[in-house]
């Protein structure tokens, strides 16, 4: 089983050394690792795997039967022997950008919670781009430049994120009604790491963030657009 590293709080270190447990030309799978494997509307770190003889860029990771594998291109050598020692590095800038985006992502769903009463029915950042549905929702002009400028005010406050791991009950007691679709989490799931914005916002989630919202940089809603009855999706850029 590969051992997340980056959780529940240290997601800003791109540079590590684990141990390989298995593989191929395709893959390789490390006893631990900071590669964010692609999940929650994330998706993966890129990066590269070197080792004595050998080096290959990481261009997907993701989980599997309780592994991480990550997915490998430009292999040099032969794939690494079980126990040899890799140097992973990850794409700290297409890291920093996913931090931001994501944080963003729960920065305009506590405002548009707030707000309107619509709940965030699914998302999917990228390091330049990012969308997030809401339900029930019928935004027009003047709802998108509410949601903006409040979403730009929070981050002008610079309040500090915090991730933790918290017992599920207290998850549960906590976070705000329609905040977190806390039924799709498995109850096996215990403790739920957390990520807290103080003053702000509470939300279990497995991505990574930045440690204060003045990093994020100012959202820029460009587009708003139906995706069904009640349905609407915003979709937004960072300055900065």
Known sequence: MTE???L??????????ATVTDA????????GTYFYPEGGGQPPDHGTLSWDGGEATVTDARKNHGDVRHYVESM????????TTVEGAI?????EKLRRMHTAQHVVSRVV????DATTAGNQVYPDRSRIDFEPADFDEADIERIERRSNDAIDEDYGVTK???PREAVERDVDEGRALLDLIPDSVDPLRVVEIEEFDMCPCGGTHVDSLGEVGHIDIVECTSKGEDVERLEFRLEG
């Open 4 to 6: 997340l590293l980056y």
């Open 8 to 17: 529940p709080d240290d997601d800003g270190t791109t540079e590590f050394t």
């Open 24 to 31: 191929t030309e395709e893959y390789i799978v490390l006893d």
């Open 76 to 83: 040099t050598g032969d794939p690494p022997a079980k126990g």
């Open 91 to 95: 794409d700290m800038q297409r890291r």
């Open 113 to 116: 919670l707030d707000e309107y």
């Open 164 to 166: 933790a791991n918290r």
